[in-house]
């Protein structure tokens, strides 16, 4: 019964690959966030879409992009993998006043080899 | 530059004992602070939040306080227990975003 689901968790992949992580929430949030976490720990925003739309886009490579085909749905595509991509990336929904904070997903481990 | 700080990577505390893990940040026009609590291979969860309008707020064994002038917030946890034992991320909301810091690793020793 999880209310933010990502699969998978782990995902070693080769260099050049494409792959995609899928994310499903069941709360009846309106925005959805995908988050990477670095080798420092630091959390850091790549994307979130309201209501399909794309509203924040911080400066991440156009290999990736987020696919929302509903509102309970965002999932991450990546193509050309490279080594750097190498991270746990976070999937999250809240309501659009998101001062109650987010919901987290457990979090994706992509190991670029 | 980061934008939020928790210059503590990690912190131990003795059962019963209070646990204060602080965060410093840069922007004084931001909506408000969150904390958040990790458990390995786990996502964060919300804990407690603050705005900007307050100096503090408490729910349960848990204080945020939050110094203006200083630009520094802190997350107390009285009495501390072991199932606290977690990293702490603050963060803060300012407009459309959230910019967290690195987080506190917390180990409450019984």
């Known amino acids: 019964d999880t209310a933010v689901s990502q699969t998978p968790k782990y995902l070693v992949t080769q260099m050049g690959n494409d792959k995609s992580i899928k994310c499903e929430q069941n709360l009846g949030h309106d925005t959805m966030y995908w988050y990477k976490q670095d080798s420092k720990k630091f959390l850091k925003i790549m994307f979130s879409y309201n209501n399909k739309e794309l509203i924040i886009n911080e400066t991440v490579p156009n290999r990736f992009s987020p696919k929302s085909p509903d509102k309970a749905h965002l999932n991450l595509h990546i193509n050309s993998l490279e080594l750097g991509d190498s991270a746990v990336y976070f999937c999250?929904?809240?309501?659009?006043?998101?001062?109650?904070?987010?919901?987290f997903g457990s979090g994706t481990r992509l190991t670029v080899v | 530059d980061q934008q939020v700080k928790q210059n503590s990577p990690s912190l131990s505390v003795q059962e019963g004992r209070i646990s204060i893990l602080n965060c410093d940040y840069t922007n004084s026009m931001f909506d408000y602070f969150l904390w958040y609590k990790k458990y390995p291979a786990e996502g964060p969860t919300f804990l407690i939040s603050?705005?900007?309008?307050?100096d503090k707020n408490e729910d349960g064994r848990f204080t945020v306080f939050l110094n203006k002038s200083a630009k520094h917030l802190s997350l107390h946890i009285v009495p501390s227990q072991p199932g606290d034992s977690a990293v702490y991320f603050c963060a803060e909301h300012t407009g459309n975003q959230f910019y967290f810091g690195t987080g506190t690793s917390l180990t409450v020793i019984p």
């Open positions: 999250a929904s809240s309501l659009w006043d998101s001062r109650y904070g987010y919901t």
């Open positions: 603050i705005s900007s309008i307050k």
